[in-house]
């Protein structure tokens, strides 16, 4: 799968709210060095930045076309093209930041130790992680690549969105870990002009998948249909506004 720099921040005010919100629960302590590791575009990485403005920050990230464009937003940061399995800097930071990356990365009961493992003590991992995977959106794009037109080209295709957990599971494999928890869940709504902004939304990130396998007009065709689902179970408002409810689930594991 290949990553949009350029789709991912057409909704940028909207994806990095959740990492304001997510920063704004770290204990405050001094940090020497943060690192937003699944950086993407920089986005997340210039609010890590501009929390931890003495600190050395760096990002890291898998897509060469996300770092290209996370450089060139911000070139006094360092940022190096990484796979958060195979990274073996060890530290010790004071902030790890995984803003929406680890719903792509496997064995969560491995990863996270690790994490903690690079953390100086006081330091905190902050983690926000799409808890969506049963809101409709999601539901409608697996129904689709199911049926009998698509489920040749596009078997298994819903795996990519790789493990996702309870609260109550990653309270579990943490608390011993660390002195301290802090897990919630929030629910954004966010308002889209229409149905085919609902579209590009998830052409950014869910839909990568599903539309990986295809040729250009099987997208345009797989799309469409897509989007005539979504108008029965994303109902306009009033205004023609079109509301998209996204959980997400956020925790704090602090040394």
Same mark, same amino acid.
């Given at each position: 799968?290949?990553?949009?720099?350029?789709?991912?921040?057409?909704?940028?005010?909207?994806?990095?709210?959740?990492?304001?919100?997510?920063?704004?629960?770290?204990?405050?302590?001094?940090?020497?060095?943060?690192?937003?590791?699944?950086?993407?575009?920089?986005?997340?990485?210039?609010?890590?930045?501009?929390?931890?403005?003495?600190?050395?920050?760096?990002?890291?990230?898998?897509?060469?076309?996300?770092?290209?464009?996370?450089?060139?937003?911000?070139?006094?940061?360092?940022?190096?093209?990484?796979?958060?399995?195979?990274?073996?800097?060890?530290?010790?930071?004071?902030?790890? *930041? +995984? /803003?929406?990356?680890?719903?792509?990365?496997?064995?969560?009961?491995?990863? %996270?130790?690790?994490? !903690? &493992?690079? =953390?100086?003590?006081?330091?905190?991992?902050?983690?926000?992680?799409?808890?969506?995977?049963?809101?409709?959106?999601?539901?409608?794009?697996?129904?689709?690549?199911?049926?009998?037109?698509?489920?040749?080209?596009?078997?298994?295709?819903?795996?990519?969105?790789?493990?996702?957990?309870?609260?109550?599971?990653?309270?579990?494999?943490?608390?011993?870990?660390?002195?301290?928890?802090?897990?919630?869940?929030?629910?954004?709504?966010?308002? *889209? +002009? /229409?149905?085919?902004?609902?579209?590009?939304?998830?052409?950014?990130?869910? %839909?990568?998948?599903? !539309? &990986?396998? =295809?040729?250009?007009?099987?997208?345009?065709?797989?799309?469409?249909?897509?989007?005539?689902?979504?108008?029965?179970?994303?109902?306009?408002?009033?205004?023609?506004?079109?509301?998209?409810?996204?959980?997400?689930?956020?925790?704090?594991?602090?040394?």
């Amino acid at each position: 799968m290949t990553w949009s720099a350029t789709q991912y921040v057409a909704f940028e005010a909207e994806r990095t709210r959740p990492v304001r919100d997510l920063l704004a629960a770290v204990p405050d302590a001094e940090v020497r060095r943060a690192v937003d590791i699944g950086c993407g575009p920089g986005n997340s990485t210039e609010v890590l930045a501009a929390r931890y403005p003495a600190a050395v920050v760096s990002g890291l990230d898998s897509s060469p076309e996300m770092i290209e464009a996370a450089r060139t937003r911000l070139p006094q940061v360092r940022f190096a093209l990484v796979d958060i399995t195979r990274w073996d800097d060890p530290g010790p930071f004071g902030v790890i *930041l +995984a /803003n929406a990356v680890l719903q792509w990365v496997p064995d969560h009961a491995a990863l %996270l130790p690790t994490l !903690l &493992g690079k =953390l100086a003590l006081g330091g905190s991992l902050a983690v926000q992680v799409p808890d969506n995977l049963e809101e409709p959106a999601h539901r409608e794009m697996r129904a689709l690549a199911h049926t009998a037109a698509w489920s040749g080209k596009l078997a298994g295709a819903e795996r990519a969105h790789g493990e996702r957990h309870t609260a109550e599971w990653y309270y579990a494999l943490l608390r011993g870990r660390c002195g301290r928890v802090d897990i919630w869940r929030t629910t954004y709504y966010h308002q *889209l +002009a /229409n149905h085919a902004a609902l579209v590009e939304w998830f052409k950014g990130t869910g %839909l990568r998948p599903f !539309l &990986g396998p =295809l040729n250009d007009a099987e997208r345009t065709e797989f799309l469409a249909q897509y989007q005539a689902a979504l108008v029965h179970a994303y109902p306009a408002q009033a205004d023609g506004v079109v509301l998209l409810p996204f959980p997400r689930l956020f925790f704090v594991a602090t040394r």
